[in-house]
Nanobody, 119 residues
């Protein structure tokens, strides 16, 4: 089965940093774009960042540009999201998926990892 497993979430103070990991198995990871999404309580799930397979082109939501960096290690079947200068509004459950910025309903998803930014 296709499996995506997020890790690295936790509690961090405003201005702090976290690195999320997305480990994948069961599909051709190197052929797939991988995106990070987040969902805060009462909010719609939104695209945060995406990294494409062939080109390696990265995409970021305006709200995280300059603060978050996405990268991938195809040999390890892992995508990372480095999150710096975290703000309380970044608090959400973060998911990785075989989707790029837009939730289409056709991708595979991990179960999510909680990120809480609070003093």
């Amino acid at each position: 089965q296709v499996q995506l497993v997020e890790s690295g979430g936790g509690l961090v103070q405003p201005g702090g940093s976290l690195r999320l990991s997305c480990a994948a198995s069961g599909f051709r990871w190197d052929y797939s774009a991988i995106g990070w999404f987040r969902q805060a309580p009462g909010k719609e799930r939104e695209g945060v960042s995406c990294i494409r397979s062939r080109s390696g082109v990265t995409i970021y939501a305006d709200s995280v540009k300059g603060r978050f960096t996405i990268s991938r290690d195809n040999a390890k079947n892992t995508v990372y999201l480095q999150m710096n200068s975290l703000r309380p509004e970044d608090t959400a459950v973060y998911y990785c998926a075989t989707e790029c910025m837009v939730v289409t309903g056709r991708g595979s998803w991990g179960r999510g990892t909680q990120v809480t930014v609070s003093s």
